[in-house]
T-cell receptor, first 114, second 116 residues
C-alpha cells in the first residue's frame, strides 16, 4: 500500500519554465513533509520541507504548497534550470510512533531542456 | 555525503550467497537507516537503528538482517541473496527525532547490488 502517491513519473520542462510535482497522502498522522533531490550516482539530499501549520514555504526558486484538507502537497520550481535536472522525491513522516519513519513517493525524473 | 561512507559501492554476487553491506558515519548521529531504491517504488525502508544494538524492522525487511555494534557502523546482511534483492541500497542517518529541525535524514552515496 503506497501511502504517498507522487506524480508525474517524469517531467520535461524548458529552461525558464515552471516545474510542478504533486504528491498526495492518506495518513492523517503525517506532520512533516520533505522533498529530496537526487542526482545520478548520488544519494538523495533534502531540498525543502514543510509542516502542516503553514500552506506554503519558499526557499529561493523552490516552493512547497500544502493543502491539508485535500491531503496534497506540491513542489514548484520557478525559472527551472538545466542544473535542476534530477529525480525528486516527496516524503512524509508521522507525528508519533516508534521511529517516525519517512515514507517516500515513487519519484519524478525532471529534465530541464536548455 | 554528510560523513557517510557506504561500502562496497558496487557488488555483483550469485543467488544464494551471503552479502554484507556496510555503512560508516563520522557524525555520531543516533539514528541509522537502510533503504532500497527501485524504479517505481521510490525508497523503501528495510531496517533502522535507534542506538547501539537497538534495531527494528521497516517496510521491506524480509530476507534482510542488520547489526549495529558501534555508533558509527550499521551493517546490512542478505543471508542468502535472491535476484529480487538486486537494487540500489542507501544508508541514511539522522541526529534525533521528535524535533522538526532534527528530522533531516542524510544519505550516503549508495551501493549498487546485482544478484545473478
Amino acid at each position: 500500500q503506497q501511502q504517498v502517491k507522487q506524480s508525474p513519473q517524469s517531467l520535461i520542462v524548458q529552461k525558464g519554465g515552471i516545474s510542478i510535482i504533486n504528491c498526495a497522502y492518506e495518513n492523517t498522522a503525517f506532520d512533516y513533509f520533505p522533498w529530496y533531490q537526487q542526482f545520478p550516482g548520488k544519494g538523495p539530499a533534502l531540498l525543502i520541507a514543510i509542516r502542516p501549520d503553514v500552506s506554503e514555504k519558499k526557499e529561493g526558486r523552490f516552493t512547497i504548497s500544502f493543502n491539508k484538507s485535500a491531503k496534497q502537497f506540491s513542489l514548484h520550481i520557478m525559472d527551472s534550470q538545466p542544473g535542476d535536472s534530477a529525480t525528486y522525491f516527496c516524503a512524509a513522516m508521522p507525528d508519533s510512533g516508534s521511529a517516525r519513519q519517512l515514507t517516500f513517493g515513487s519519484g519524478t525524473q525532471l529534465t530541464v531542456l536548455p | 555525503d554528510a560523513g557517510i561512507t557506504q561500502s562496497p559501492r558496487h557488488k555483483v554476487t550469485e543467488t544464494g550467497t551471503p552479502v554484507t553491506l556496510r555503512c560508516h558515519q563520522t557524525e555520531n548521529h543516533r539514528y541509522m537507516y537502510w533503504y532500497r531504491q527501485d524504479p517505481g517504488h521510490g525508497l523503501r525502508l528495510i531496517h533502522y537503528s535507534y542506538g547501539v544494538k537497538d534495531t527494528d524492522k521497516g517496510e521491506v525487511s524480509d530476507g534482510y538482517s542488520v547489526s549495529r555494534s558501534k555508533t558509527e557502523d550499521f551493517l546490512l546482511t542478505l543471508e542468502s541473496a535472491t535476484s529480487s534483492q538486486t537494487s540500489v541500497y542507501f544508508c541514511a542517518i539522522s541526529e534525533r527525532q521528535g524535533m522538526a529541525a532534527k528530522n533531516i535524514q542524510y544519505f550516503g552515496a549508495g551501493t549498487r547490488l546485482s544478484v545473478l
